[in-house]
């Protein structure tokens, strides 16, 4: 069966860096693309960007270019989300979820989400 | 960017009605690319619906998903206590990929 495992909580202070990881398995890595999404405390959804499996191709939303960095690993069939120089209102569970192309395909599988806090 | 607008923020019903949420994009979604989830306290969204119409595997047939360009609807026929949560509606016909705000369905 598919799964998404994200890894566990981080607390990082404001102007850090932090890397999450998301391991898949239960299907081709290559064949399908990741996106990743957060959600702030008590809000709703936003995309951060997305990654190829195949290829490494990256899209990031627009709010984020020059401070995220997705990169896979296909022998382990992981991807990581790097974002930098961390703010309070970076704060929020980040999810990974499988989208196979980056557009014109909805996020069918997810994983557990990692709470990221930033804080003083 | 396309914006997307839900109604009601806050849908207030009981066990066995129906529930009418909606979706208002600020334009036309490319070929109603339009998904609609599910999110419980605490757990990851939960697709249900995608092309504005289809059924992900093992969503029951209670959930029901409609409309076309701009205007779609996320019907719960019957609602059963397992249903109250938060809904969010999604366009991936186009980047960047937008959610809507969400709609609360709490119990009356």
């Known amino acids: 069966q598919v799964q998404l495992v994200q890894s566990g909580s981080e607390v990082q202070k404001p102007g850090a860096s932090v890397r999450v990881s998301c391991k898949t398995s239960g299907y081709t890595f290559t064949t399908y693309g990741i996106s990743w999404v957060r959600q702030a405390p008590g809000q709703g959804l936003e995309w951060m960007g997305w990654?190829?499996?195949?290829?490494?191709?990256?899209n990031y939303a627009r709010d984020l270019q020059g401070r995220v960095t997705m990169t896979t690993d296909t022998s382990t069939s992981t991807v990581y989300m790097e974002l930098r120089s961390l703010r309070s209102d970076d704060t929020a569970v980040y999810y990974c979820a499988r989208d196979p192309h980056g557009v014109t395909s909805p996020f069918d599988y997810w994983g557990q989400g990692t709470l990221v806090t930033v804080s003083s | 960017e396309i914006v997307l607008t839900q109604s009601p923020g806050t849908l207030s019903l009981s066990p066995g009605e129906r529930a009418t949420l909606s979706c208002r994009a600020s334009q036309g979604v490319t070929r109603n690319y339009l998904a609609w989830y599910q999110q419980k306290p605490g757990q990851a969204p939960r697709l249900l619906i995608s092309g504005a119409s289809s059924r992900a595997t093992g969503i029951p047939d209670r959930f029901s998903g409609s409309g076309s360009g701009a205007d779609f609807t996320l019907t719960i026929s019957r609602l059963e206590p397992e249903d109250f949560a938060v809904y969010y509606c999604h366009q991936y016909g186009s980047s960047p990929s937008t959610f809507g705000q969400g709609t609360r369905l709490e119990i009356k």
């Open positions: 990654i190829s499996g195949y290829n490494g191709n990256t």
